[in-house]
């Protein structure tokens, strides 16, 4: 296996220093005992020569981790597939990625669950964990193998019907008991069916000028209100994805200054772009939950900063040409984030002054992997820990191009923004996904 030398790097913004990747490992971190590379790892077993890359400008994180991805196989391999799902997450600086259940069939059984997990295997570039679903077939009625999916080699832990809500009060409270045993979370997608009955965009003046059924704040907040209440009756695990509006921030602010075991993400595109977008009637806007207010973003920022948000989760959501390119009502929801999502939050959050690299490392990468107990990643870069590291070069400012993204679809909402940095290396177990800014 090539050892990697990584000269000159500042990790997590500190001073440039030496990282030295071998073995699948962080071997080595700081000035070199010896002359060169080559008497702190020549007489290890197993190592087939160094090869040097020059770190100098780069930030090294610890690879991320994307709690919330669809990768959209099996069943929609012309959206995407894990291979190519997994190749965006490695050129965004993924190392492990969550694969949301609402694939068809359904990722409800230990068997759809484990040929999810041995594809990402296959393809190698990111490891794939993933979700399963809280009901068959997301249907809402009854509740999953749940216990079947955690004990398969796939060992899942987060399980969620994303893209539809658990609405059954009573099965919510059975997913949270149960998932208990074997110290999983449950994930809820947090939209009250009723209340967001054909909406199409934040409610607001802007929904009524432009003619497009309204989504209220209150769908979203009213299911996290109960879901929090109830994870407290039970003594469980609640992760709440993509919370959209000011008051979902402060209901979770509140639940975990109750002492409650909750926890919850935000979407880049949340963070950066409101629902003004809409106005232009391009469905690549089209997102659920919709981009929002001004002063839901800044809320969301807020949280994001102080912790009441823990994690910053892309819900990167492949469609084809077909499925985007219509109507805004005929238009499915969802929007590219793996490739871009790095960008995003140095824009609005490190640039900003508002989070330090050192806490971009712990809202991508170790908080999701605590939260989705993947033990492997989101661990600090320190010697002996796993080789999963991204570096990224904060200077360069780049107009993101529809045409360049690795993944299969092109709903990107960012193409012809300029977006700050660049990815130009990502290292999973040790052995390059992304180098040079190119996959490896
Ligand atoms: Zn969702």
Redesign the pocket.
């Known amino acids: 296996m090539t050892t990697y030398w990584i000269k000159n790097v500042s990790i997590l913004g500190g001073e440039p220093t030496n990282l030295v990747l071998s073995m699948g490992k962080v071997s080595h971190i700081g000035d070199l005992r010896g002359d060169s590379l080559a008497e702190d790892v020549e007489d290890v077993e197993g190592v087939e020569g160094v090869e040097q890359v020059d770190g100098t400008g780069l930030i090294a994180l610890p690879g991320l981790v994307d709690l ?1 991805t669809h990768l959209r196989e099996p069943g929609r391999e012309d959206a995407e597939t894990v291979l190519t799902g997994t190749q965006a997450a490695a050129m965004g600086g993924f190392t492990a990625v969550h694969a ?1 259940a609402n694939t068809d069939p359904v990722a409800d059984t230990a068997g759809v669950v484990e040929q999810v997990w041995r594809l990402g295997r296959e393809g190698g570039y990111c490891d794939v964990y993933p979700v399963g679903a809280v009901t068959v077939g997301l249907a809402g009625h009854q509740l999953a193998e749940l216990g079947a999916m955690a004990d398969s080699a796939a060992r899942v832990r987060v399980f ?1 019907d ?2 539809q809500c658990v609405s059954d009060a009573v099965l919510m409270r059975r997913a949270l008991e149960y998932v208990k045993a074997f110290d999983g979370v449950v994930a809820q ?1 947090a ?1 009250e069916a009723r209340l967001t009955e054909g909406a199409q965009m934040n409610e607001g003046e802007l929904s009524g000028r432009l003619g497009l059924a309204g989504w209220p704040a209150v769908a979203e907040e009213a299911v996290i209100a109960r879901d929090c209440l109830l994870a407290a009756h039970v003594g469980s695990r609640l992760h709440v ?2 919370v959209s509006t000011a008051g979902s921030v402060e209901l979770i602010r509140q639940a975990k200054a109750s002492g409650w075991n909750v926890t919850a993400e935000v979407t880049p595109h949340h963070l950066l772009l409101t629902d003004d977008l809409a106005a232009s009637y391009d469905p690549v806007y089209k997102v ?2 919709p981009l929002r207010s001004s002063a839901d973003t800044e809320a969301l920022r807020a949280g994001l900063a102080d912790g009441t948000i823990d994690v910053v989760a892309t ?1 990167h959501a492949p469609h084809p040409l077909e499925d985007k390119d219509c109507e805004w009502a005929a238009a499915a929801f969802g929007m590219l984030g793996l490739e871009t999502a790095l960008s995003v939050v140095q824009e609005t959050m490190v640039d900003a002054g508002r989070l330090t690299w050192g806490e971009v490392a712990d809202r991508m990468s170790y908080a999701p992997a605590r939260i989705g107990r993947v033990g492997d990643h989101g661990r600090p870069l320190e010697e002996g820990a796993p080789a999963n590291v991204v570096l990224y070069d904060p200077s360069v400012r780049r107009v993101v191009e529809a045409s360049e993204s690795v993944s299969l679809s092109r709903n990107t909402p960012y193409a012809g923004r300029e977006l700050p940095g660049r990815v130009v290396a990502t290292f999973r177990q040790g052995r390059p996904t992304v180098l040079d800014g190119k996959l490896a």
Do not use: A, I, W
């Open positions: 919330h949301m969620s994303d893209g997608h939209q994805c993509h659920n939950p819900d």
